[in-house]
């Protein structure tokens, strides 16, 4: 059975003499040619396809930075010298330029690495201030209960006429003199 002029049976295998050149295979070809075909070296191991899971930021000291500044600006004499120390460093050039500029403009805080993302809107100090002010009202609530029920006792004791205990006059520190030998 033909279908436009292929067959749909199997095709007759032609022995390596019969078929044409671009016919043949790599191997047939050599072997055709009277040479021997050399084993492949084997192939070097594949890299692991996993990916990092975490992956870091790097970040780099103050002292790094300033020491990096400092080769750097030794081997500005030297034609290829700071290409070679940003790949030994494993750096860009834009780490230099920043660097160099935070050096420039004194900002010894610019160089030291800082967290990235936004700042935490959270003041510890200010939580602290809230507290307290809850707890200063809720004392300050509870004082004027037990205010309004001590007065409310004082009445019913004079009511009942129960005698009120004498309260002693407080004290003030102008009423007391400084202790004998202290002037």
């Known amino acids: 059975m033909k279908n436009n002029g292929i067959s749909s049976a199997s095709p007759t295998v032609l022995p390596a003499a019969e078929r044409r050149e671009d016919e043949r295979s790599e191997n047939s070809r050599s072997t055709a040619a009277g040479k021997t075909v050399a084993p492949l070296p084997p192939s070097p191991p594949r890299p692991d396809p996993e990916v990092v899971a975490d ?7 103050a002292e790094y930075k300033l020491r990096i500044l400092a080769e750097a600006d030794a081997a500005a004499a030297h034609p290829g010298a700071i290409g070679a120390l940003q790949r030994r ?9 920043t660097w160099r500029r935070e050096r420039q403009a004194g900002i010894l805080k610019g160089l030291t690495p800082h967290k990235r993302g936004p ?11 809230q507290k307290l002010r809850r707890e200063n ?8 209960k037990a205010a309004i029920v001590i007065e409310v006792q004082k009445k019913v004791g004079a009511l009942l006429g129960w005698p009120l205990p004498k309260a002693e006059p407080r004290s003030t520190s102008a009423d007391k003199s400084p202790p004998a030998g202290i002037l």
């Open 55 to 61: 992956a870091k930021r790097r970040t780099f000291t």
């Open 119 to 129: 700042k935490s809107k959270r003041n510890p100090q200010e939580e602290e201030m």
């Open 137 to 144: 009202q809720r004392l300050t609530e509870e004082l004027r």
């Open 89 to 97: 460093e494993g750096l860009y050039s834009s780490h230099l330029v």
